[in-house]
């Protein structure tokens, strides 16, 4: 018991000192090691806040609208690579974004500029597409698969749906694509 403690009892020396020499030895200080890694792990994090580069204050809005952009870029891979599923989760997130930037909007007259030209490239793609499937169709009798079909046009329901509050910066966008 007094070695587990860390001390020596150098009072008796009987046979029970003995049986703890059989005993493994038990480090005295459990919290060195540990001492040692906080230290260590101390020492690497302040290393490297002071190496790195300096932070960069973002306010909310910025960051909203980053990220709006960052979607609009996903949805353009999507509409290369004709993902209608993807394209269905992009436009409700891009959605949502711009619904939680409602003050901002408000404030600044309506929705930015690229956010509708993307709203106006989503539609003349759904169009587009329409189109060009509605002539396979007929000239070929070649289609989409069910699923993507039903994907195909849950898209271009809800794109058709949820433009219309947009639809006068819409038809501006289309007459003058430049501006």
């Known amino acids: 018991q007094s070695r587990f403690w860390g001390g020596d009892s150098s009072s008796s020396a009987s046979d029970?000192?003995?049986?703890d020499d059989e005993q493994p030895q038990v480090p005295t200080t459990a919290t060195a090691p540990r001492g040692g890694m906080r230290a260590r792990w101390a020492e690497e994090s302040s290393s490297d806040e002071s190496a790195g580069a300096k932070r960069k204050v973002v306010s909310h809005t910025?960051?909203?609208?980053?990220?709006?952009?960052e979607q609009i870029k996903v949805m353009k891979n999507h509409m290369k690579i004709d993902d209608f599923a993807k394209l269905i989760t992009d436009y409700d997130a891009m959605l949502k974004m711009l619904d939680k930037l409602k003050g901002v909007i408000e404030r600044d007259g309506g929705p930015p500029n690229y956010f509708i030209k993307a709203l106006t490239?989503?539609?003349?793609?759904?169009?587009?597409?329409?189109?060009?499937?509605?002539?396979?169709?007929?000239?070929?009798?070649?289609?989409?698969?069910?699923?993507?079909?039903?994907?195909?046009?849950?898209?271009r329901a809800r794109v058709r749906k949820q433009n219309?509050?947009?639809?006068?910066?819409?038809?501006?966008?289309?007459?003058?694509?430049s501006d």
């Open 164 to 177: 219309k509050s947009f639809q006068e910066q819409i038809d501006h966008c289309k007459e003058h694509p």
């Open 62 to 69: 910025d960051k909203r609208l980053d990220q709006l952009v």
């Open 16 to 19: 029970s000192d003995d049986d």
């Open 121 to 155: 490239n989503l539609e003349v793609y759904c169009d587009r597409l329409h189109q060009e499937l509605q002539e396979k169709k007929a000239s070929t009798g070649e289609r989409l698969s069910e699923n993507r079909q039903k994907a195909f046009n849950t898209l």
